[in-house]
């Protein structure tokens, strides 16, 4: 059974940097074609994706976030770390990770989400 | 990179049916068939519902079914339950840039 848990803080100040820990269970992140992506989601708006790495070690980033965003996976320990730097009020938002199907561009298991405020 | 386009709301009565619509580009929903389907209730993570463009998860009801026809694709909800009040969301990889893309999402409400 596919699990995936989102930690980290839920409450970050402006120009801080957020760390994200997604740690999963029941996949390997070596095998082909699985990846584990990254979506948030402002209060009351829509769904975004902003990340994705893949089994191989590629990385994929929301053009709009590019700059401030990294992704890196530690397979020994289960878990994708993400990371925004530079935070701002506008990155309040739920944060979810998803595992990527195998053979497939969708996200089948997703975890629960955990919401991150930035705030003074 | 822009979202994909879906109305803002969609509302009809139980039993009845109702279209999604989900309007892309050339570079994702009409030339690719990676479009997949989330339906998110409230304060819950969104849960595919539609993958592939038709192929629904094992445990998915059959009243939901996806099609594409140029650049926009559509899930269909026949025979609407009240627990499909929710919000839906579509989805695309664009293979041109390896990257992706949600929808601007839906709001189902069963009247």
């Known amino acids: 059974q596919i699990t995936l848990k989102e930690s980290g803080p839920t409450l970050v100040k402006p120009t801080q940097t957020l760390t994200l820990t997604c740690t999963f ?20 708006k829509a769904l975004e994706w902003i990340a994705l790495i893949y089994w ?45 199907m195998a053979a497939s561009s969708s996200f089948d298991y997703w975890g629960q989400g955990t919401l991150v405020t930035v705030s003074s | 990179q822009s979202a994909l386009t879906q109305p803002a709301s969609v509302s009809e009565s139980p039993g009845q049916s109702i279209t999604i619509s989900c309007t892309g580009t050339s570079s994702d929903v009409e030339n690719y068939n990676y479009v997949s389907w989330y339906q998110q209730r ?70």
């Open chain 1, 25 to 44: 269970s029941g996949f390997s992140l070596t095998t082909s074609g699985v990846g584990v992506g990254w979506i948030r989601q402002p209060p009351g």
């Open chain 1, 56 to 100: 191989d070690g590629d990385e994929r980033y929301s053009p709009s976030l590019r700059s401030r965003l990294s992704v890196a996976k530690d397979r020994s320990k289960n878990q994708v770390v993400l990371t925004l730097t530079n935070m701002d009020p506008v990155d309040t938002a739920t944060y979810y990770c998803a595992h990527k």
């Open chain 2, 42 to 111: 409230p304060g819950k993570a969104p849960k595919l519902i539609i993958y592939e463009v038709t192929t629904r998860p094992s445990g998915v009801p059959d009243r939901f079914s996806g099609s594409k026809s140029g650049n926009t694709a559509s899930l269909t909800i026949s025979g609407l339950q009240p627990e499909d009040e929710a919000d839906y969301y579509c989805f695309s990889y664009t293979a041109s840039t390896s990257l992706y893309v949600f929808g601007t999402g839906t709001k189902v409400t069963v009247l």
